[in-house]
């Protein structure tokens, strides 16, 4: 089988984890330290600040930044939830705007559109490893006077005019779930160039007390602490980022070579900086032979596991719907949501993966 993702554990990271069991010391300690340490190198972020999950890396952002009651949040509707349910977490109201159908990622131009005086910030999401149009995007924050929050849960590494992700937003998050580009299990990083900012993630992750001053309680907190224990396996992974990072893009060079040409298929467009392929995201329109599904069916009688992400927009499910979202509200997220496939692209996947994924595509 040719899984669509597969977490790479090396001797490295067996290292790292035994010396933190043979040190007894498990809970958030020098291993988290140096995590914070090697993402600040990898990002060139004056802060980075390590919690033990993406979901907990945007809720201590929206947290930070100040968003509550009355804000809205402009965000896309075709991501993954845990971008968006950390606004509700907050009490602020989720404004959706519509995607670009060549990058999938949230358009400047909708997000003009849904501007209004509560607007306090954007969440972006660098979907599928590609960073959004932050030239535009920066552009609209300014003018209005809102806060970026990039969601680069899936795109570690990527990078735009010597800019890496984890730069775009006031303040970044990023996931170190299994299946992300590098990763400890469950985990997450935020990354931001802003003192205040930093300090009040630090409290926030920590029940709401300062590093400095412990058993003083500042205002709520959360216990988001990551372990040293996956802490240990995250600073292995990023040493491996770059070399993990180089194969996903050699194998959609492949991928885009193998498959360019094909009726009825559109590849993945690179438009914004390197895209790092968390996904390789093709989309079967109704001119290819099959449906999406009877695709996705016929590869996995060849042992390829192909996976739709995400088979629905966020607001046409009922925890969405419930807050007066309804279909037919953003149009290119839902004909996306209805064409795409994501095939394995991860760094295990060989020369001879691709030609057989190829093969069976073109036999389709
Ligand atoms: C994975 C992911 C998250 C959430 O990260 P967790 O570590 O699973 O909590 C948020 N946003 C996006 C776009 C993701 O891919």
Partial sequence: MINIAKPLIGSKERELVNQVLDSGMLAAGQKVKRLEEEFCRLCSTRHSIAVNSGTAALHSA???IGVGPGDEV?????TFVATANPILMQGAKIVFADIDESTFNISPQ???????????????????GQLCDYDEI?????????????????????????????????????SLYATKNIMCGEGGVITTNDDELAEKCRRFRHHGQSEATRYQYYDIG???RLSDLHASIAVAQ?????????KRQRNARRLHDGLFGIKGLV???????SHVYHQFTIRVTKDFQLTRDELIAHL??????AAVFYPKPLHMHPHFERLGFKQGDFPVSEMVASQVLSLPVHPEVTEKDISKIVEAIKNA
């Fill in 62 to 64: 929206l947290y930070a």
């Fill in 74 to 78: 402009i965000t896309t509707p075709f």
């Fill in 110 to 128: 909708k997000i003009l559109e849904k501007v209004t005086d509560k607007t306090k910030a954007i969440i972006t999401v660098d979907l599928f």
């Fill in 138 to 174: 920066s552009k609209i924050a300014e003018r209005n006077n809102l806060k970026i929050i990039e969601d680069a849960c899936q795109a570690v590494g990527a990078s735009y005019k010597d800019r890496k992700a984890g730069n775009f937003g006031n303040i970044s998050c990023f």
């Fill in 222 to 224: 959360y216990n988001y």
């Fill in 238 to 246: 990023v040493e491996r980022l770059e070399g993990f990072t180089e």
């Fill in 267 to 273: 590849l993945p467009e690179e438009k914004i900086g």
């Fill in 300 to 305: 996995r009688t060849h042992d390829i596991g």
